[in-house]
């Protein structure tokens, strides 16, 4: 494998991780909007705590996805989490 192939390897590896981040931040909203339509204490409690889970693993990823391309640039998830409606 060349280097340039090894590069667009990564590329590739790395948009498809930001991708998943992105699925996950998505079902992040979904959990923490049930939690605040559930009228169990206890279940509002675990999904929020499900959600917060779910946010850090995508996070998680997106630093991963950052690291194999060498990206300084801030996570994609930062951004897309501040525009979440706060709980």
Not at 63 to 77: F, I, N, V, W, Y
Request: hydrophobic content about 35%; cysteine-free; overall charge negative.
């Amino acid at each position: 494998m060349t280097s340039q192939e090894g590069t667009f390897s990564r590329e590739r590896t790395a948009a498809a991780m930001h991708g998943t981040a992105e699925q996950l931040e998505v079902a992040e909203d979904i959990l923490h909007r049930s939690a605040e339509e559930s009228p169990d204490p206890r279940t509002t409690t675990r999904l929020h705590a499900l959600g917060d889970e779910v946010t850090a693993q995508a996070h998680a990823i997106d630093q991963r996805a950052d690291l194999l391309t060498g990206s300084d640039a801030e996570p994609r998830s930062d951004a897309s989490r501040n525009a979440t409606v706060a709980r």
